[in-house]
């Protein structure tokens, strides 16, 4: 064991899914092409930290008290590896400034520290390489749990299509006529479909989530009414909610579905990771930038600010309707075609990913889109090498 290398990964930014996804996709990067590497990675606790792929240690870590759970980690590791975003953390970003502090004093990298790349890369060139040879854009291929047995619910057959209603906040949530009409357009155009409803309501306990985004309960809750998803469910032919059953069910119900429709929210990228296709509405503040290979595509909103990358905007100020997705009610019959052209069996990532960068480059901001570990990774997966102090 004398021979093997560590390599510590900080990710402590905000405690969200896709966060959690892309702290494991950096460490699979490494991990694939380092063969004698214990990969370990620092997250704040989510119930994602669970999905860790085989050969990845996650620590996490309380963010409100975080130099307990780091003082209890060894202080040495041959390399250190800092999410970007944590370097760059400013006054307002307060509650995670222990833990990048805590961080900071007590773990020490023998051979070389350095920053993730990959978030150097959407934002900025890169002008340093990693630390270690890194496989770029490493497929993640999470294990689903399998669904439990429902006496109450049918046998699945025909087109199963899940459906997440909104993210974590209402910048994220198309109104329930738009997704009445969604489900209408799909089932006018499909002989069996079901629809599976799922989304998680806030956590009033979760102090934490509060604190940290100062704006009520946030990353891990649905920001739309379950009674309302319930009613609508009951309007459609075939229909069930799956509300509040628990992070490893909602998993193995993406993971059951021939595609999820959602929003972009960071819940939504487990999909691609479990196989399963997912459907897109775009909205502020993101583009989507990440992606295993699975089909996927991208309704683009209207909105003159998408994307906004975080600039105060109508939509990401919340300032009367939220442009990017206000026009989505219209737009009932382009996602329901966009959706079965996505489950057809010819329908590959490759033509997925072409098609994706083509509406990019019409787009006309799209000098804004960035994408996980950079666009020519999209397809390539190829090394990176280290470059050495
Ligand atoms: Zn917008």
Redesign the pocket.
Known sequence: MADRESLLINWLVYPAVGHALEAFKHAQGYLDVNQELDVHVLLPPTPTTTLAPKGITVHSIDLAHPAHDIGRLPREWDYVITDSRIRRLESRDGDLLPARTAADSHFRARVRAGVAPTFEEMFHELEEGPVLPYRRNSPLRLVSPSLEADPSRPAWSGLNVCILPAGSTTLQSPSLSAWRNICEEITSNHDDVTFHFTGRSGDKGNKLTRTLFGRGPATTSTAVNRHAIVALAAELRNAHVWWDCGFAQQLALISACDVLIAPHTGFAFLAGALGTPWLTLS??RWPEYFFDPTPFHSIF?S?P??P?LGDG????LGVGQ???LADLEDRGDEIANATLRLLQPDTTYEQCVMRHLKSVDEHPRGERFYFFDGRDSLMGHHVRPAVRA
């Open positions: 909205c502020c909103p909105c600010s998408y906004s905007t109508d939509c990401t939220h442009r990017c």
